[in-house]
């Protein structure tokens, strides 16, 4: 069994930039959803990705996007980055039967460290 | 909103004492997870416990959810180094989310 893995596991950008992370969901999931954990904090709710569509979302604004690919593989985009962007960048999948449903709990990758200078 | 306060925020113990952290909430969850997460990795899912007063054992740990069903607690028998690492209770919120607590931070000292 496949776990949930996430690249690149650092990156460092500068203010104004845009930023792509990706995840590869754990075998035989088909929801990816990304947290934003900032340093001592617990993880925040971005948004989930279920059957290629968002599917909930966090207080996040719209410069935060994503995608899910028909292999339930995913991305976060991050359009003008800003300081307090800078966080560990989490991805979980899990399994659902239907849009809005807990089937299965969720799995974390390892994360990327985002830092915005 | 819904949200999920954790106490202590810090605790250092040493080898082979026991402890109990805490999640509390103003509001009813259908569930509660807990997670322990280490530096440069991801959060691991520890347990779920989804009935008031259910209490569930994992080695030397044990978890114990409310007879309300808005609190958790996480006790430790005979913490060991490798115990060390943010505590997280998280729990669904709405349909598709879940929140998390902002973690309690255990460090055992050997």
């Known amino acids: 069994e496949t776990g949930v893995t996430q690249s690149p596991t650092h990156l460092i950008k500068t203010r104004g930039q845009q930023v792509t992370l990706r995840c590869s969901s754990q075998?035989?999931?088909?929801?990816v959803s990304w947290y934003q954990q900032a340093l001592g904090q617990g993880p925040q709710f971005i948004f989930q990705?279920?059957?290629?569509?968002?599917?909930g979302r966090g207080n996040f604004p719209p410069r935060f996007s994503g995608l899910q690919f028909p292999n339930y593989s995913s991305e976060l985009n991050v359009n003008a980055l800003e300081l307090d962007d800078s966080a560990l960048y989490l991805c979980?999948?899990?399994?659902?039967?239907?849009?809005?449903?807990?089937?299965?709990?969720?799995?974390f990758g390892n994360g990327t460290r985002l830092t915005v200078t | 909103t819904q949200l999920l306060e954790q106490s202590p925020q810090f605790l250092s113990i040493q080898e082979g004492e026991n402890l109990t952290v805490y999640c509390n909430s103003s509001?009813?969850?259908?569930?509660l997870q807990w997670y322990r997460q280490e530096p440069g990795e991801g959060p691991v899912l520890l347990v779920t416990?989804?009935?008031?007063?259910e209490v569930k054992k994992l080695k030397r740990l044990t978890f114990q959810f409310g007879d309300a069903r808005k609190d958790s607690s996480l006790h430790i028998t005979a913490a060991q180094t490798g115990d060390t690492g943010l505590y997280l209770c998280?729990?669904?919120?709405?349909?598709?989310?879940?929140?998390f607590g902002t973690g309690t931070r255990l460090k055992v000292l050997a």
């Open positions: 979980a999948s899990s399994f659902s039967t239907h849009s809005g449903s807990y089937n299965s709990p969720l799995h």
């Open positions: 075998s035989g999931h088909n929801t």
């Open positions: 990705y279920y059957r290629e569509e968002e599917n």
């Open positions: 509001s009813v969850f259908s569930s």
């Open positions: 416990v989804v009935t008031g007063g």
């Open positions: 998280a729990g669904p919120s709405g349909t598709y989310k879940y929140i």
